[in-house]
T-cell receptor, first 116, second 112 residues
Framework: DTGVSQDPRHKITKRGQNVTFRCDPI?????LYWYRQTLGQGPEFLTY????????KSRLLSDRFSAERPKGSFSTLEIQRTEQGDSAMYLC??????????????FGPGTRLTVL | DAKTTQPTSMDCAEGRAANLPCNHS???????VYWYRQIHSQGPQYIIH???NNETNEMASLIITEDRKSSTLILPHATLRDTAVYYC?????????????FGKGITLSVRP
């Protein structure tokens, strides 16, 4: 399967713990996005990378959240000191940007986080 | 990105065409109309996009009005597997700001 993969698919943690999620994009895609989705809502943008560079961060991304894409391939999203309000589905997507145009985003299956 | 409005839900019978409307009255000349869908417990899936001409692919057809203020996604022969939330999004296709802004979408229920 050459689609976007995310690990783990489910994570249950206690309030105050740190969690880290991984996303592996489609191999030739240079853009990688993180979104968060709560129950009954559409996904909300968190941040995106072009290669290694983090080009935009949403105001939703508090200082407890950090994302990296060290080699321009996989990415990690870490949440420190988790709160119950962090419970959500965390979605990763990738796309190919060439020149001034870019193609549609392909999404992974998501990581469902439950903070107790 | 321009805001879109969609009905909350609709249903259709299996085998019939599903016509999903979307209003985007403030769309700009360089903004495209995109449709994604999200089947329960999965990530969103790209369906189709268009600028002003009608578009068709193996999944669906997209009909955009001449004034571009509204569009309709058509699933020609809906199946039970098409039950999902469908999101209509308008955005500039070429640019550094490439995030998708999702609304709540329309929930399509296909009944047997």
């Amino acid at each position: 399967d050459t689609g976007v993969s995310q690990d783990p698919r489910h994570k249950i943690t206690k309030r105050g713990q740190n969690v880290t999620f991984r996303c592996d994009p489609i191999s030739e895609h240079n853009r990688l996005y993180w979104y968060r989705q709560t129950l009954g809502q559409g996904p909300e943008f968190l941040t995106y990378f072009q290669n290694e560079a983090q080009l935009e961060k949403s105001r939703l991304l508090s200082d407890r959240f950090s994302a990296e894409r060290p080699k321009g391939s996989f990415s990690t999203l870490e949440i420190q000191r988790t709160e119950q309000g962090d419970s959500a589905m965390y979605l990763c997507a990738s796309s190919l940007s060439s020149g001034g145009a870019y193609n549609e985003q392909f999404f992974g299956p998501g990581t469902r986080l439950t903070v107790l | 990105d321009a805001k879109t409005t969609q009905p909350t839900s609709m249903d259709c019978a299996e085998g019939r065409a599903a016509n999903l409307p979307c209003n985007h009255s403030t769309i700009s000349g360089n903004e495209y109309v995109y449709w994604y869908r999200q089947i329960h417990s999965q990530g969103p899936q790209y369906i189709i996009h268009g600028l002003k001409n009608n578009e068709t692919n193996e999944m669906a057809s997209l009909i955009i009005t001449e004034d571009r203020k509204s569009s309709t996604l058509i699933l020609p022969h809906a199946t039970l597997r098409d039950t999902a939330v469908y999101y209509c999004i308008v955005r500039v296709r070429d640019g550094a700001n490439s995030k998708l802004t999702f609304g709540k979408g329309i929930t399509l229920s296909v009944r047997p």
